[in-house]
C-alpha cells in the first residue's frame, strides 16, 4: 500500500547530540503525527500538526509540518538515552486514512 | 482515563486455526484501527471502524475480517492461520472519524503461529 518516505532508516547517536529525521510524500497531507515506539509496545503519540508551516515543540522534540504539506520533520534535541526507540511519521490522507512512513531506528552509541 | 486496552498480550496458535483479538477503545472514542507490524517493518493498515461501519480497509486477504460493537469495542479475527501471519496486531482509537484525528495506540497483542 502507499507509504511515506522517511529518512534516516537507522541512526547512531551518542548521548548529547541533536538529531533529526523527516518524512516526504508525493501526495498532500492535512495533518502529520510523530510517534515514538519502544520494543514490544505501542506508538506513542509525541506531536501532532495541522497547518502548513506549522511549528511545535514537545520539550526537546520540535517537529514542522512542511509548507508543500508534502513533507514533515522531526528534531530532537541533546538526546538522552530513553530517546532510543523507533520513530514513525505518519500522515491523513484524503480518505482520512493514516499513511505510514517505515521507521527511523534510533541507537546509542556504545 | 483508561488507555486502548488489547486482549489478550500474547498468543500462539497452530497453523489453520482462527483468533480472535478484543480491543477496548478509550472511553468516548468511538473509532478503532488495526494495524499489523511484523518484525523490522512498519505498521500495515488493516481497517477501521466508526459508529460500528467498516470505513477503510488496507490490503489484506479476506481470511482477515473485524466487526465494532455499539459500545466502540472492536474485534478483529483472522482465520486459516499461516505461519506469515505471525505478528504484533496494534489497535488504535480515535475520537472520531476524519480531519484532525489523533490515533493512540494499544500495547498489542503478540500473535505466534506455529
Known amino acids: 500500500g502507499q507509504q511515506l518516505n522517511q529518512s534516516p532508516q537507522s541512526m547512531f547517536i551518542q548521548e548529547g547530540e541533536d538529531v533529526s529525521m523527516n518524512c516526504t510524500s508525493s501526495?498532500?497531507?492535512?495533518?502529520w503525527l510523530w510517534y515514538k515506539q519502544d520494543p514490544g509496545e505501542g506508538p506513542v503519540l509525541l506531536i501532532a500538526?495541522?497547518?502548513a508551516g506549522e511549528l511545535t515543540s514537545n520539550g526537546r522534540l520540535t517537529a514542522q509540518f512542511g509548507i508543500t504539506r508534502k513533507d514533515s520533520f522531526l528534531n530532537i534535541s541533546a538526546s538522552i538515552p530513553s530517546d532510543v526507540g523507533i520513530y514513525f511519521c505518519a500522515g491523513l490522507d484524503s480518505n482520512y486514512q493514516l499513511i505510514w512512513g517505515a521507521g527511523t531506528k534510533l541507537i546509542i552509541k556504545p | 482515563k483508561a488507555g486502548v486496552t488489547q486482549t489478550p498480550r500474547y498468543l500462539i496458535k497452530t497453523r489453520g486455526q482462527q483468533v480472535t483479538l478484543s480491543c477496548s477503545p478509550i472511553s468516548g472514542h468511538r473509532s478503532v484501527s488495526w494495524y499489523q507490524q511484523t518484525p523490522g517493518q512498519g505498521l500495515q493498515f488493516l481497517f477501521e471502524?466508526?459508529?460500528?461501519?467498516?470505513?477503510n480497509k488496507g490490503n489484506f486477504p479476506g481470511r482477515f475480517s473485524g466487526r465494532q460493537f455499539s459500545n466502540s469495542r472492536s474485534e478483529m479475527n483472522v482465520s486459516t492461520l499461516e505461519l506469515g501471519d505471525s505478528a504484533l496486531y496494534l489497535c488504535a482509537s480515535s475520537p472520531f472519524f476524519g480531519e484532525g484525528t489523533e490515533a493512540f495506540f494499544g500495547q498489542g497483542t503478540r500473535l505466534t503461529v506455529v
Open positions: 471502524y466508526f459508529s460500528e461501519t467498516q470505513r
Open positions: 500538526l495541522y497547518k
Open positions: 501526495s498532500i497531507f492535512n495533518t
